[in-house]
């Protein structure tokens, strides 16, 4: 069954801090890996979108790595600010079409000054 | 551009009320889907449609049905509402021609309580 599972469930540290969650996914044949941020009372918005061949991506203070021998990824966040407090869910399409994207449950991170 | 619109933000239902979740998009994208996130779970997808007149069940669309009269408008109608339909309700759209690769927008979200 394809699955994409997302750890640690929540994370809290202290403003300044680096963090990284990670992203373990079973989906096959892969064709890329998401990350959304999600606020609280919002819609997830888009970080970062990687193909099988990228290894890295970068959006700012937020890094995003890839290793799809593995079929792990993480997502890597740098100097910490209080508005990083968010859901971050990996994503990646299914099986049934590119269109259809499976959603990992997500890591809620609260940044704390 | 407004992106994806959303309304209502909020809405409690009796069981057994029938309602529509309003979507509607400005950027001409011609997908559009409507997904629903429960607590400490990942989003499901419970309808899509690739272009106006065309739409297709995604993973959990018992209990829900769609239309796609235009490019713009993607409503979700809810028949006889159902405690189990309690739930965050996510639109989104995407341009998709051929690539793998692309962007989903989501809208703002609707959240239902039905009672």
């Known amino acids: 069954k394809n699955q994409v599972e997302q750890s640690p469930q929540s994370l809290i540290i202290l403003e300044g801090k680096n963090c990284t969650l990670q992203?373990?996914?079973?989906?096959?044949?892969?064709?890329?890996l998401r990350w959304y941020k999600q606020d609280t009372g919002r819609g997830p918005v888009s970080l970062t979108i990687?193909?099988?061949?990228?290894n890295t991506k970068s959006n700012g203070r937020y890094t995003a790595t890839l290793d799809a021998d593995t079929k792990q990824s993480s997502l890597h966040i740098t100097a910490s600010q209080l508005s990083d407090s968010a859901s971050y869910i990996c994503v990646v399409p299914g099986s049934g079409g590119y269109n259809k994207l499976i959603f990992g449950a997500g890591t809620r991170l609260a940044v704390h000054p | 551009n407004a992106g994806v619109t959303q309304t209502p933000k909020f809405r409690i239902l009796k069981i057994g009320q029938s309602m529509t979740l309003q979507c509607a998009q400005d950027?001409?994208?011609?997908?559009m889907y409507w997904y629903r996130q429960d607590p400490g779970m990942g989003l499901k997808l419970i309808y899509y449609?690739?272009?106006?007149?065309?739409?297709d069940k995604g993973e959990v669309p018992n209990g829900y049905n769609v239309s796609r009269s235009t490019t713009e408008d993607f409503p979700l109608r809810l028949e006889l509402a159902a405690p189990s339909q309690t739930s965050v309700y996510f639109c989104?759209?995407?341009?998709?021609?051929?690539?793998?690769?692309?962007?989903?927008?989501f809208g703002p979200g609707t959240r239902l309580t039905v009672t």
């Open positions: 992203c373990n996914y079973t989906v096959s044949p892969f064709s890329n």
């Open positions: 989104a759209s995407s341009y998709i021609r051929g690539q793998a690769q692309y962007e989903q927008y």
């Open positions: 950027m001409n994208h011609n997908y």
């Open positions: 990687m193909t099988f061949s990228e």
């Open positions: 449609s690739v272009g106006a007149g065309i739409t």
